[in-house]
């Protein structure tokens, strides 16, 4: 690492110009190739995947997405003359819009189905080629301006479907930007110099543009779902800003200690770098665990923000060196300049007194001792906290959320609920009983199964059967009188496989699937529901592991994992309250309560567990390289929690505020990230790692740092950084004794100590 470092200081304008090049170059071939993000995703072997495969074989025509134009008068019918003629015009406007293959108008033939009953509201379908892929936005927006002409005050005309729903999200560059600005106030908060509050922007920057650029042309080698890109930029934005904020408060620290700027870059990525490396890699490794699930549409999209983070971690070991080398003394303020030339040890990092005032250490030296007087009483209460936001994890519902949850003035979510209102819940949805139907019997028993299918519980309608070309495949569509984001309709979807399907089934050589986007979306959550712990259990194995090999202890490792999987369920109660009970979804603009993404569970887990890894780490290697030198676990505890607490808190208001700003106004798969991210990020930092880490840490004492001396000579040796030499006699911030001369030993995370007190930098 010191290797590295070096190299780029002493090359730090060909390194820039570098990074400028690769950036211009991907971002050009990005452009040129285009991106082909989609949201398709299989199930292999699942009930759902065979229904739809064989209906997409069996009806081709109908292979595709399509949009829904929906209309509803407010006196008379639709079928009224002046109505009928000014609706038939916009279809056939539509019909001849690029990219569309069929308009199916209620006023044709056959289209009687299409109207209500009470004949206020009628639909029209229009079917888009190549799922919709090859229309632009203009497009899309032209279709849309094409259909709402035709509204007047006596006629709504609204527009449904995937490809419209996708036009009315929150564009993730204002995200961005607005994430961005907020970051910035809080690095320039902390650090009270412009340059090295834009040093951690333009490195985050740097990072996620040229994670997203990659990110666009590996989606045309495999299947990335059309918000990766938009994950990818809120967590490596997030990871991004954080990583190279440890490392140029490093690289101050260094320079205020008397060391020149190449040495002080050295000393910052040998040290804090060696931290990013390790963290920003059990990010990516926790993140590609996901491919252990088995299912492509998680791998895509794991892959894409594993490519994100990796490019922020290569940033702020490359990048960011030279940029420090090419700034040196200027990330500090002119004052704080003045004050070094004067010979003055200006206080701490950052923004300190130096004589005799309050410095950085006296918040957290007061936390830290009334958490080590009361460690009881503080563990109960940080304890009870979590339990309480945990609880309503007990109601989570895993789904996937339709137009029905979409922001109440986007015209997606009122053709939903024109739909609902006059076709019934459950048409927004409709199952799709699909069987391969070779002989005249099996022919028979389909129509005998939609009868019955007819008196279940639960079920509003079941249309005529649906013959293929060839007569081979039968479809029939039923209507639940649910909503299709109900567990009413989980329930219909279990009993028609569980109950009426099998009964029709006996006797006979009948296969029936039952397909749609709502069994598809059932089978999603029960598959990741049942993988759900075999994932779990990796993740919290992995992480004691490392963390054994790390610290050479066992409790510690123990009580990290417990706590990560209790910040992990108290973020997914928050969600739960959020999205599921809808405390604050709509007013918001994510839409009203409904499930939340199936997948959202594993891929939090996923990215918690590498953010409570970097926490944990820069927490911990502090108290052990104490408990190295001294023995005295109160101590080590103490100054651990002194001297990491100010940078944990900065780093975490960063990555809250960003998430924060993802989550307003933003796609409601992106709002439940965020949301869940910034609370459990806000946990983590403000509750476990300033309260419930250190007080537990008091009460096991000693303990802490018990291993077996038979595995400790198994377990490899693992350094996150570097062994030092022995640090000098100084005073320690917040203890009332005296430092020493350590005894040996491999120090994890060193302090740089100067004018007498311990100045540590992450």
């Not at 995703?41 to 065979?50: A, E, G, I, Q």
């Not at 008196?455 to 293929?468: D, E, F, K």
């Not at 194995?541 to 910040?567: D, E, K, Q, S």
């Not at 490899?716 to 430092?739: F, I, M, N, R, S």
Request: proline share 5%.
């Amino acid at each position: 690492m010191t290797a590295l470092a070096r190299w780029c200081h002493t090359h730090r304008l060909l390194v820039v110009l570098v990074w400028i090049a690769a950036l211009v170059g991907l971002g050009a071939a990005t452009m040129s190739a285009g991106s082909a993000y989609g949201s398709e995703f299989s199930l292999p072997n699942t009930d759902s995947t065979k229904a739809d495969t064989l209906f997409s074989q069996a009806f081709p025509a109908q292979r595709g997405d399509a949009a829904t134009l929906v209309w509803r008068v407010t006196s008379g019918t639709v079928r009224a003359p002046a109505v009928e003629a000014r609706m038939s015009a916009t279809l056939g406007s539509a019909s001849r819009l690029p990219d569309v293959t069929q308009v199916a108008s209620p006023y044709s033939p056959g289209g009687v189905g299409q109207i209500s009953a009470d004949g206020k509201t009628a639909y029209a379908t229009v079917q888009l080629a190549d799922s919709g892929k090859q229309l632009s936005s203009a497009q899309i927006h032209t279709l849309i301006d094409t259909a709402q002409k035709a509204a007047d005050p006596g006629l709504q005309v609204e527009l449904g479907g995937g490809v419209i729903q996708s036009t009315e999200q929150s564009p993730a560059s204002d995200s961005e930007i607005v994430g961005i600005i907020a970051a910035a106030i809080v690095l320039f908060l902390a650090f009270g110099s412009l340059f090295a509050m834009a040093l951690p922007i333009l490195t985050g920057a740097a990072g996620v543009g040229g994670g997203l650029f990659a990110v666009g042309l590996l989606s045309h080698a495999m299947n990335i779902a059309d918000f990766a890109p938009t994950l990818g930029a809120l967590i490596g934005l997030g990871v991004g800003i954080d990583y190279a904020l440890f490392i140029v408060t490093r690289f101050r620290c260094a320079l205020r200690s008397g060391k020149s700027a190449g040495e002080a870059v050295a000393t910052a990525v040998n040290t804090s770098g060696r931290a990013v490396l390790f963290a920003g890699g059990t990010v990516c490794i926790a993140l590609l665990g996901m491919f252990v699930l088995g299912l492509g549409f998680l791998d895509g999209v794991a892959l894409a923000a594993s490519v994100t983070v990796g490019f922020t971690v290569l940033a702020a070991l490359t990048l960011l060196p030279a940029m420090l080398g090419v700034l040196g003394p200027r990330v500090f303020s002119r004052r704080e300049r003045r004050r070094i030339a004067a010979g003055e040890q200006p206080g701490t990092e950052p923004g300190t007194t130096a004589h005799g005032t309050e410095d950085k250490w006296g918040l957290w030296r007061r936390w830290a001792r009334a958490v080590e007087r009361r460690p009881h009483l503080t563990s109960v209460v940080a304890l009870l906290l979590m339990v309480i936001l945990a609880i309503p994890t007990l109601s989570l519902r895993l789904g996937a959320a339709d137009a029905g949850n979409d922001p109440a003035g986007t015209t997606t979510r009122k053709a939903y609920d024109l739909l609902a209102e006059g076709f019934g819940a459950g048409f927004n949805g409709p199952l799709i009983l699909v069987a391969e139907t070779p002989s005249s019997a099996d022919k028979a028993a389909v129509g005998q199964l939609a009868a019955a299918v007819a008196t279940v519980p639960g079920v509003a309608h079941v249309s005529p059967v649906q013959q293929s070309a060839d007569g081979k495949v039968e479809a029939v569509q039923v209507v639940s009188s649910t909503s299709p984001d109900s567990p009413q309709t989980t329930d219909l979807i279990n009993r028609l496989r569980a109950e009426t399907i099998p009964k029709a089934e006996a006797g006979t050589g009948l296969r029936v699937y039952v397909g749609g986007s709502t069994a598809t979306y059932a089978d999603f959550a029960s598959v990741l529901s049942g993988k759900l712990p075999l994932f779990v259990g990796l993740i919290v194995a992995l992480g004691f592991i490392l963390l054994v090999i790390a610290f050479r202890c066992l409790i510690v490792p123990l009580t990290a994992a417990l706590m990560n999987l209790l910040a992990a369920a108290a973020s997914f109660g928050v969600v739960t309250a959020f999205f599921v009970w809808g405390w604050g979804s709509d007013a918001l603009g994510m839409g009203r309560a409904g499930p939340v993404e199936a997948f959202l569970p594993v891929m939090m887990l996923a990215i918690l567990f590498g953010l409570s890894m970097d926490y944990q780490v820069f927490l911990v290697s502090r108290m052990h390289e104490e408990w190295v030198h001294h023995r005295d676990n109160a101590r080590a505890v103490k100054i651990g929690q002194v001297e990491t607490s100010r940078v944990i808190t900065i780093a975490a208001t960063i990555m809250i505020s960003v998430f924060c700003t993802f989550a307003v106004g933003s796609e409601r798969i992106i709002g439940e990230f965020g949301i869940g991210l910034a609370t459990a990020v806000a946990l983590d930092a403000f509750v476990l790692r300033t309260v419930l880490v250190p007080a537990v840490m008091h009460l096991f004492g000693g303990l802490n740092w018990w291993l077996p001396r038979w595995l400790d000579r198994l377990l490899p040796h693992l350094h996150v950084e570097p062994p030092q030499a022995a640090l000098p006699d100084a005073d320690v911030p917040g203890t009332d004794v005296p430092a020493v001369k350590p005894a040996g030993g491999p120090i994890v995370i060193p302090a740089q100590r100067t004018a007498g007190r311990s100045v540590t930098a992450y």
